[in-house]
């Protein structure tokens, strides 16, 4: 690997470990402040517990531009929306 390479790996890993962090920091807040919350990724994403996943969807405007994208482009695979959450 050349040198770029390893730079890259490793300010993508460090970005890693610092989105890890903030979001256990922000579940822990959010914990002391009295609400619930349900890891749903093994690098710590969370939502808040008890909310309903049809209401979640219809306001994340992030999962309404994916889906967007894929429909404008025909796509329906898993793979094809993980790609998309990637731009």
Do not use: M, N
């Not at 093994?42 to 808040?48: A, C, K, Q, T």
């Amino acid at each position: 690997p050349s040198p770029t390479h390893d730079w890259v790996h490793r300010a993508y890993r460090t970005q890693c470990q610092y989105g890890a962090h903030y979001r256990d920091a922000l579940a822990q807040a959010l914990v002391r402040l009295g609400y619930a919350v349900t890891v749903t990724h093994p690098d710590g994403r969370f939502e808040l517990a008890g909310i309903d996943t049809t209401l979640l969807r219809h306001l994340s405007q992030r999962r309404q531009s994916i889906e967007a994208a894929l429909a404008a482009h025909g796509y329906t695979s898993a793979k094809a929306a993980a790609y998309a959450t990637l731009t």
